[in-house]
């Protein structure tokens, strides 16, 4: 396969768009409900210590992706198994996101439209770009990260006059359990999903920067985060565990002196960017992992098939917005923690083991 390889920068922006993607519009914190922040805070420090397994797996084999990793520390067959199954993770996850733009499209701006077409919109976007190659996926999140996080700063300051602190008390009014099940769901959606990174690593340049592009990326997408998720709480209160995208409604409150309103295109356009890097990252990572599952030379020309595969999946997964966000917030968690922090705690001690195997030899 052809060698891409990306900038430390253009991976950081990428991964701070991924991680941004969904969690801007859905939120974070499930039942926490004005607790939600401190669910955050504890997402957060829940994924520090399996960020730095995947930083050590991705530095331990630098130039070879998830697939080639699985490969050569598993076996042919075992390795190949378990990279079948993290390709259903990235397809599927791939088709959550979709969907999640679908019924937001579907829910605030086009409800007579079929929700099928912003989807297929999106997809064949995303298709388009995983053609071009990670390359070009990561040079268009480095222009569009710097617009998408000045508008989320101008809007938190427009936002000023709506909030009302004391929507955010009583602190751990139901308890520590909400938070702690807020913060496992916050763990697991959206900052464990970064493992699928590992399958795009590949192309970084030097051996260390696994280790920049994760903590740098996660630190800055979780600060945005929870800014946000405070915003929320103040401005909506109790309506927050309420409703299906509390950052649209949140938005849609500013009103400055009756001329400046009605601002919540801009949250559209931070989904539209996050759900685009998102779904372009997972799709890559599928198409990747097929590619060397097949033994194929070059992963692009599968990318049309998985792609609108990965549509048409989307649109069946389910059948309501209110099974998607139980689905998100109730049932995710725990499907997505064998992909997310089982199987690569097995990955990183198997490469261990073989890593100092090896330097004995030698």
Same mark, same amino acid.
């Given at each position: ?79 190949? *198994? ?214 194929? *030379? ?65």
């Amino acid at each position: 396969m052809y060698k891409e390889q990306i900038t430390d920068r253009e991976a950081i922006s990428m991964l701070l768009l991924f991680v941004i993607g969904s969690t801007l519009i859905i939120g974070i914190g499930g039942d926490a409900k004005n607790d939600a922040w401190i669910a955050g805070i504890a997402g957060i420090l829940m994924a520090l210590p399996i960020i730095l397994v995947y930083s050590r797996i991705s530095s331990l084999f630098p130039g070879k992706d998830l697939f080639d990793i699985l490969t050569s520390i598993l076996g042919k067959v075992f390795g190949k *198994t378990v990279a079948v199954l993290y390709i259903w993770y990235a397809f599927h996850l791939g088709a959550l996101v979709i969907r999640n733009f679908g019924e937001f499209i579907n829910t605030v701006a086009m409800p007579e439209t079929p929700m099928l077409v912003p989807m297929l919109c999106l997809g064949l976007v995303c298709i388009v770009a995983v053609r071009a190659g990670i390359e070009v996926l990561g040079r268009i999140s480095t222009y569009l990260v710097f617009p998408l996080m000045a508008i989320i700063m101008i809007v938190q300051i427009l936002a000023i006059p709506e909030l009302k602190p004391n929507y955010i008390k009583p602190f751990l009014s139901q308890g520590i359990m909400p938070i702690l099940k807020g913060g496992f769901s916050a763990f697991a959606f959206p900052f464990a999903e970064t493992i699928l990174f590992i399958a795009v690593f590949f192309s970084l340049k030097t051996k260390r920067s696994p280790y920049k592009v994760y903590f740098s990326g996660l630190s800055i997408a979780g600060v945005l985060i929870l800014l946000l998720t405070i915003r929320n709480i103040m401005v909506l209160g109790d309506l927050l565990g309420r409703l299906y995208f509390p950052s649209h409604v949140a938005v849609s409150r500013i009103n400055i002196g009756n001329f400046l309103e009605r601002i919540e295109v801009s949250v559209a356009f931070v989904f539209i960017v996050g759900a685009f890097v998102k779904t372009g990252v997972c799709l890559f990572a599928a198409c990747r992992g097929i590619g060397k599952v097949f033994n194929l *030379t070059d992963y692009k020309p599968i990318v049309i098939q998985t792609g609108l595969l990965m549509i048409y999946f989307s649109y069946i997964v389910y059948d309501s917005i209110m099974e998607m966000r139980n689905w998100a917030f109730k049932v995710y968690p725990y499907y997505a923690f064998p992909f997310q922090v089982i199987l690569p705690l097995v990955i990183w001690i198997a490469a261990e083991i073989k890593t100092r195997k090896k330097a004995k030899q030698c």
